[in-house]
């Protein structure tokens, strides 16, 4: 019994790890840096960044990218890929990851959003082949840490990954507050979660912005890690402070 549950407590906790890790590389490198080319990683760094994904979530960096964009090319109006305006907070919860492949599978939106990220050298070899990747993540905990607290680990992950990044589309466009005047919004404790993520209103106010964080009691984990690899000189940020829109400082204002 004891063995049971110490193999339960070693995969929470390596799940938090993994999960953690994941998700820094997601808000820093896919939506950041490549997103919104708020800030400039080493291209050592990036690759690092790209291997994490490619081992924990399997995700294509310019299939992120391209829903991403289009997403704030049609942020709540047609043609918007998750919008909880027009399908229903409850329904993008459940079906993000089906909207996301369906975004993708269409020809166009590579073509259009992501057009700026051509397959390299590491994509061909590596990163292009996303099962792999999560194969070999997967193969790696049950190698690590044993067959099934390994395997478990990694479907705490997933399913917390998944989830947690499907209610920034869902609940970061129904539940908040919303300092600006736009259909996103912000929670502190969704962006705990998400690195940062959770404090969508203010993304959608200044999207090119590299700090999502725009008041002193609000926490974005993400800009942490974006200082400390400035201060280290492994990554240059656009500008450091807030470039709202001109709509969303004409509503603050």
Same mark, same amino acid.
């Given at each position: 019994? /004891?063995?049971?549950?110490?193999?339960?407590?070693?995969?929470? &906790?390596?799940? $938090?790890?993994?999960?953690?890790?994941?998700?820094?590389?997601?808000?820093?490198?896919?939506?950041?840096?490549?997103?919104?080319? $708020?800030?400039?990683?080493? =291209?050592?760094?990036?690759?690092?960044?790209?291997? %994490?994904?490619?081992?924990?979530?399997?995700?294509?960096?310019?299939?992120? %990218?391209?829903?991403?964009? !289009?997403?704030?090319?049609?942020?709540? #109006?047609?043609?918007?890929?998750?919008?909880?305006?027009?399908?229903?907070?409850?329904? %993008?919860?459940?079906?993000?990851?089906?909207?996301?492949?369906?975004?993708?599978?269409?020809?166009?939106?590579?073509?259009?959003?992501? !057009? +700026?990220?051509?397959?390299?050298? @590491?994509?061909?070899? *590596?990163?292009?082949?996303? !099962?792999?990747?999560? &194969?070999?993540?997967?193969?790696?905990?049950?190698?690590?840490?044993?067959? @099934?607290?390994?395997?478990?680990?990694? *479907?705490?992950?997933?399913? #917390?990954?998944?989830?947690? /990044?499907?209610?920034?589309?869902?609940?970061?466009?129904?539940?908040?507050?919303?300092?600006? +005047?736009?259909?996103?919004?912000?929670?502190?404790?969704?962006?705990?979660?998400?690195?940062?993520?959770?404090?969508?209103?203010?993304?959608?106010?200044?999207?090119?912005?590299?700090?999502?964080?725009?008041?002193?009691?609000? %926490?974005? =984990?993400?800009? @942490?890690?974006?200082?400390?690899?400035?201060?280290?000189?492994?990554?240059?940020?656009? *500008?450091?402070?807030?470039?709202?829109?001109?709509?969303?400082?004409?509503?603050?204002?």
């Amino acid at each position: 019994m /004891n063995s049971i549950l110490s193999s339960v407590l070693t995969a929470v &906790l390596v799940a $938090a790890v993994v999960c953690t890790a994941a998700n820094t590389c997601t808000t820093v490198y896919l939506h950041r840096a490549l997103s919104h080319r $708020a800030l400039t990683i080493r =291209p050592s760094v990036a690759v690092l960044f790209r291997a %994490v994904l490619w081992l924990s979530t399997g995700i294509k960096p310019k299939e992120w %990218v391209a829903v991403h964009r !289009k997403h704030h090319a049609y942020t709540d #109006v047609d043609g918007d890929p998750h919008s909880p305006v027009l399908l229903g907070w409850k329904k %993008v919860q459940a079906k993000n990851v089906a909207l996301y492949r369906a975004t993708v599978l269409d020809p166009t939106t590579i073509d259009r959003y992501a !057009k +700026d990220l051509p397959d390299d050298r @590491w994509d061909k070899v *590596f990163f292009g082949h996303n !099962k792999t990747g999560l &194969l070999s993540g997967i193969a790696i905990l049950m190698i690590v840490f044993g067959p @099934w607290t390994g395997l478990l680990a990694a *479907f705490i992950h997933a399913n #917390v990954y998944l989830a947690s /990044n499907a209610a920034v589309n869902a609940l970061g466009h129904h539940f908040g507050r919303r300092p600006y +005047d736009n259909r996103a919004t912000n929670l502190q404790w969704l962006a705990f979660f998400t690195m940062g993520e959770g404090l969508h209103n203010n993304h959608h106010a200044a999207p090119s912005s590299p700090r999502l964080s725009h008041r002193w009691f609000q %926490v974005d =984990p993400g800009w @942490w890690v974006i200082k400390a690899l400035t201060t280290l000189h492994l990554a240059t940020v656009r *500008f450091s402070d807030i470039r709202l829109t001109a709509t969303a400082k004409a509503s603050f204002n």
